[in-house]
């Protein structure tokens, strides 16, 4: 592989360099699957047909695919997360619950309020001036009772048993809102104990949880301090682990602050830190303290800029590791729209990816015609010749060097600089170039 370095970007290659059969058995594909749905064995077609495997990983855990469903309002319902398994998704996280004590009283209540209008919308990047889409509403997380999301995650889990898909439970507990408030231990205790419970009447021996820090806290009083974000980082995930019944790996969803792109490396490095987080998921939504919808001011959006920031801080904190320091599994996300920008995602270190605004689009975005949204997005997702995961990947691998397979990809950017992995891939990059710019 070819070493580059200083401000040299090569210019963003207009398609996937892969061999002529390839491409005329995806274009067949991709045709053909629009029609039939998706094959039955998703991954083992792939190996077959493209030599490709796809597995990926979560949370330090094999998954058969790297493809998830983010938590959010697309899985508030058994029948929802029944139809991701059923669609061929690795993996699901839940709608994230608002923690609560023994007497059932909230901290964060302010985030368990219902928001049942959302509207999906275009929007251009500002800086790249791409074109993508957003989701705009008053979002806030679960409202019903802790019960009824215990009775989910059960019903959940036994879906996904045998499907080797993951399940995953999201949860927002006590965030002290300055640096000499205690932490509500009790929130954490009931809490797990809850959800440990459900894993535990399944079967399971250990859990997955993700800690969700989402972007509206962005536009909090509680986020408005530095030192006490880098305190919750460190603090929560050890408390998660001491309150559950059986071994937890904590995933922190990271979230985009209203501080500059030197905080978010920050927030990187201290879930990085000591006994902190056991995996990353990146990043959450930005948020727009001026961004007006339903009467609210101040709402999280998504689309090019948000993919823009992840990837430029992501490639970031890829530059700065050295060799010994520690990395911890990362899920990506935030406007994984397509196979190339997932893609993007791995090549700074990103084992598995999660989308929400994708499985929301409009019925045009998709060329498959029938099957659940969730199957239209992951035929686009994968099969598109243009923009999708399997041309990419092949790409990628070939100008790489490595086998066509997503973990070998990922695991690149753990030994090499993200502009030495441009400059062989001929710039797959069609964003991250903003901190070669801007720093
Ligand atoms: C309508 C909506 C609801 C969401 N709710 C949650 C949530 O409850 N918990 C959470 O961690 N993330 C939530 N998210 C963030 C998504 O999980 C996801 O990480 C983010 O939107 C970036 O991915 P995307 O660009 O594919 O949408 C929500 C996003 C949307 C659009």
């Not at 879906?159 to 507990?173: E, G, N």
């Not at 998921?281 to 689309?303: M, T």
């Not at 800029?305 to 599994?329: I, K, T």
Request: charged share 25%; glycine share 10%; hydrophobic share 40%.
């Amino acid at each position: 592989m070819s070493a580059s370095h200083g401000p040299y970007l090569p210019p963003r290659p207009s398609s996937p360099d892969i061999s002529a059969p390839h491409r005329s058995r995806l274009n067949a594909d991709v045709e053909r699957f629009a029609r039939t749905g998706l094959p039955i064995d998703l991954e083992g077609y792939l190996q077959d047909a493209y030599d490709l495997d796809v597995s990926g990983s979560y949370g330090g855990r094999p998954i058969r695919n790297p493809w998830g469903l983010a938590s959010g309002q697309l899985s508030m319902r058994t029948r929802q997360v029944g139809e991701a398994i059923d669609s061929g998704l690795g993996f699901v996280v839940l709608k994230t619950v608002i923690a609560q004590d023994r007497q059932g009283e909230q901290s964060m209540r302010a985030w368990a309020i219902k928001a049942s209008r959302m509207t999906v919308e275009p929007i251009v990047g500002r800086r790249t001036r791409e074109r993508g889409w957003t989701v705009s509403w008053r979002g806030r997380g679960w409202w019903q009772s802790l019960e009824s999301y215990v009775r989910l995650l059960e019903e959940s889990l036994a879906m996904a048993s045998d499907r080797r898909v993951s399940v995953i439970p999201s949860v927002k507990f006590h965030l002290p809102a300055a640096e000499d408030e205690d932490w509500r231990t009790d929130e954490y205790a009931a809490t797990m104990a809850a959800i440990g419970g459900a894993f535990v009447r399944s079967g399971a021996a250990s859990l997955l949880i993700e800690k969700d820090f989402s972007p509206t806290l962005a536009g909090s009083d509680r986020a408005s301090s530095r030192a006490t974000v880098l305190r919750w980082l460190a603090g929560a995930p050890r408390l998660i682990r001491q309150h559950s019944p059986i071994p937890a790996r904590v995933g922190l969803k990271l979230f985009n602050a209203l501080f500059d792109d030197d905080f978010q490396l920050e927030l990187l490095r201290a879930a990085h830190r000591g006994d902190g987080a056991d995996y990353v998921i990146y990043g959450n939504r930005l948020f727009d303290p001026d961004r007006v919808y339903d009467g609210q001011k101040g709402i999280a959006h998504g689309g090019p800029d948000l993919s823009d920031r992840n990837l430029d801080v992501l490639s970031a904190f890829q530059a700065e590791r050295g060799p010994g320091d520690p990395r911890l599994d990362i899920s990506g996300t935030g406007n994984i729209d397509s196979g190339r920008m997932a893609v993007e995602y791995a090549l700074r270190g990103c084992s598995s990816f999660q989308m929400h605004t994708l499985f929301q689009l409009p019925s045009e975005a998709f060329s498959m015609k029938q099957g659940s949204k969730f199957a239209r997005a992951l035929h686009r997702l994968l099969f598109d010749p243009a923009d999708g995961f399997i041309a990419w990947m092949l790409h990628a691998a070939r100008r790489l060097g490595t086998k066509h397979r997503l973990l070998d990809v990922a695991r690149l950017a753990n030994s090499h600089r993200p502009e030495e992995l441009r400059a062989a891939l001929g710039g797959v990059a069609r964003t991250g170039e903003r901190g070669a710019s801007a720093r």
